[in-house]
Every structure is written in C-alpha cells, then in structure tokens.
C-alpha cells in the first residue's frame, strides 16, 4: 500500500497540523452559534481568514473555496513536498483526486441571492462554470501544484474525500502514477444548511454523538490533502494500509438500520489490509451525531470489532465536513498515530445506554500503531480507511 509522505488540515480547528493538534490536546472543539438568515440558529465550524484572492493566473477559478484549499496547501510543508515528488517522478506521474459535493457553490448562492435571476442578472461576479463546476477544485490543485497526471472529482456525498484514497491507491497499483495528490473540500452553504434542516437532521445546539438526546448533525468546512507515493521517503512516513467500500443503496437519506453496508466496507478495509480486528487501536467513527445514523454504527461496528475498541466522533470538533469529511478524519487519524493521541467526542454527556461501542468521553494517550476511519455517505456510499504507523 502507498506511503502518505505529506499532509495538511484547514479546518474549524485552525489552520494546518500543528493548531489542529493543539485544539486536540486542549480538548478545544471549533463549533459556534451561529444565526440563519432564515430564522433560527445552529452550530456551525467555520474557518477563519479567507479573504485573500487567488494570485495571478489562478484568479479565474477565485472562489472561498479555493482560498480555503490555498490557505491548506501553504502549511506543514506541503508543496516543498510535492515539489520534491515533481522531481522523483515528474509531473505526469503524478494524479490529483479531489473530493467535494458542492464545490464553490456557495459563491454561486451569493450570485442569486444578491442580484436578480429572475431579470438574467448574476451580477459582475457570474462565473458559473467555476461555482457550479466541481471538477474546478481539481483544476486549481493541479494548477497549483504544477502536476499533469491522472485527474478525477468525485462526489459521493460524505464519502467524497475518503474514497481519493482509493482511487489514487488503484491508479498507483495500476501502473498509471507513482504519486497522487489526494484531497478534500467543503464550505459551509445554505444548500447545506436548509438542506439538512429540511430532513430534520440538523441540530440547533453542538451535535452530541452517541448521547442519549443527540438529535442531529453540526455542520463544519474544511479543506484538507495527502501526498500519497509507491514508496516511503522518509522513516515516519504513515502508510495507508487498507480500504474498503461498499454501496448499500438501502435509502437515499438514512443508513441500513443494521449497518449492513458500514460493516461490509470496514470488513473490506481490514481484509485489504491483512488485518483483524484486534489490529485496530482506535476507530474514529462517522459519527455524525443523527439518532439513525449513530445506532446503525454502533451496530456494525460491534458486529465487526466488539465493544473493547476505542471509538470516538471527531465531528463533534469539527462540524459535519461533508465533502472534506474523508480527508478531515483521515489527517486527524494520522496525527493520533504520530501523536499517541485517541480524542475525547465532545458535546456528549449522557451515552445512549442502547449503544454499547466502547465510546471516549475523555482524550486518552498511549501508543496508537493503527486507525480505521469510517466515512459513510447518502445512498449507502460507505468507506472505511486503514492508517498506520511506519513499521
């Protein structure tokens, strides 16, 4: 399986590795109040300090969510690193698959919302092929990273940016690149928003996984990367070990009461990896914090690993990702391994005595070898990670 030589995490909990881990440690969550231009309020993760403008050649694909991806991609070394990979392999070997399911759409929202469709009138900013195109966020990490090789955006709901890694595992393996840039993006919008809270699914106060009154999701932003290689170039380089997927189909919105499509891809995942279940030192579940969604969970993941494991739900640091939630979950995961960090949920306060996962209210430390991440999407859209640490 490839080596993750590299890796950067913009989120609600700060701006790269090193405020993300120091939010962790604190036990600081990102989540705010925060009021709706409909009515109401809700809690949101939200990053900050996005206002700057694409530079130069890149202004046509300008968007908050690419100044979010350009903020992400300046930290934890990462272009030094995939300059470095440009050298080994050169640009055509290296692929670039980004998850995301609405892209810019938010600047797409502010079009409408501030002018007048109905008169054909966008206003000045009216770039719909980059708003409403999702392919744009892969077009500006190409640019922006000067790499040409293979190239895909995909959509698969909240499992967008855990299934990259799969993707860029099988064109490795494949022989069509030595090296892929894998990563995530998602920023808060009112199609999110009004969305979720039309089916009933997003809370007004901080979401609470597992707890007893939980009663819906928080929603987050983030953008977040993994320079994958063949090869490890250098002694801690975290590998992906395994992943699995499965597509259930069992409803359009609500997950298999059972989990049966969450178990098949975490038993694919350990399987790809030659491991068992007592391999895994923590799972850092979906855990969206919904009543359905955390009970099919549960009961996958005691069908699978039983309730000794450490779980926990980082959303409730970061808000519901969406799109980004793969790789958000998938950086958090490395940091545990390279920090001996398994963190707290959150929010929670009382657990729902029919959920029996073994669920972390605290942080807890010690030696984290390796992390299985589940991300599970609308429509049965199920993936399952598996990081570990440099043998």
Excluded at 58 to 81: C, I, V
Excluded at 149 to 162: D, I, L, M, Y
Excluded at 211 to 228: N, T
Excluded at 334 to 361: Q, V
Aim: glycine share 12%.
């Amino acid at each position: 399986m490839a080596s993750v030589t590299a890796y950067t995490l913009t989120s609600a909990l700060g701006i790269g590795n090193a405020a993300t881990l120091a939010a962790l440690q604190a036990q600081r969550g990102g989540l705010r109040c925060q009021a709706l231009r409909g009515g109401g309020s809700t809690w949101l993760g939200i990053v900050e300090n996005t206002d700057e403008p694409l530079p130069g050649t890149l202004r046509r694909l300008d968007s908050r969510a690419t100044r979010m991806m350009e903020l992400a991609l300046g930290q934890d070394d990462f272009l030094p690193s995939v300059a470095r990979a440009r050298e080994r392999y050169g640009t055509h070997r290296i692929g670039c698959f980004m998850g995301t399911i609405t892209g810019a759409q938010g600047n797409a929202e502010k079009c409408y919302r501030e002018n007048d469709p109905k008169a054909g009138n966008l206003g000045p900013d009216d770039r719909l092929e980059v708003f409403l195109q999702l392919y744009s966020m892969t077009d500006y990490c190409q640019q922006k990273l000067e790499i040409a090789g293979p190239a895909a955006t995909v959509s698969t709901a909240c499992s967008s940016s855990a299934k990259v890694f799969c993707m860029a595992q099988r064109y490795i393996d494949a022989g069509l690149c030595d090296a892929a840039v894998v990563g995530g993006i998602d920023c808060v919008n009112e199609t999110f928003v009004y969305g979720f809270r039309s089916l009933g699914l997003l809370s007004a106060e901080p979401c609470r996984p597992w707890d007893r009154r939980r009663d819906g999701l928080s929603i987050g932003e983030a953008a977040g990367f993994a320079l994958l290689e063949r090869f490890p170039v250098g002694l801690d380089d975290i590998s992906l070990l395994g992943f699995g997927e499965s597509v259930d189909g069992y409803h359009m919105t609500a997950p298999h009461p059972e989990g049966m499509g969450a178990e098949a891809a975490m038993r694919n995942a350990l399987r790809s990896a030659g491991l068992k279940p007592r391999d895994i030192d923590y799972i850092n579940l979906h855990g969206s914090g919904t009543p359905a969604n955390d009970a099919a969970e549960d009961t996958a993941v005691l069908h699978v690993f039983g309730d000794e494991t450490p779980c926990s739900s980082t959303k409730s640091w970061t808000g519901h990702t969406q799109g980004a939630a793969g790789i958000t979950e998938g950086v958090l995961s490395m940091l545990c391994i390279k920090h001996g960090l398994m963190p707290a949920t959150l929010n929670s306060a009382e657990l729902d005595p029919k959920l029996r996962t073994r669920f972390l209210l605290k942080n807890m430390s010690g030696r984290v070898n390796r992390v299985l991440s589940n991300s599970f999407g609308f429509a049965g859209n199920n993936c399952a990670l598996v990081f570990g640490a440099a043998s």
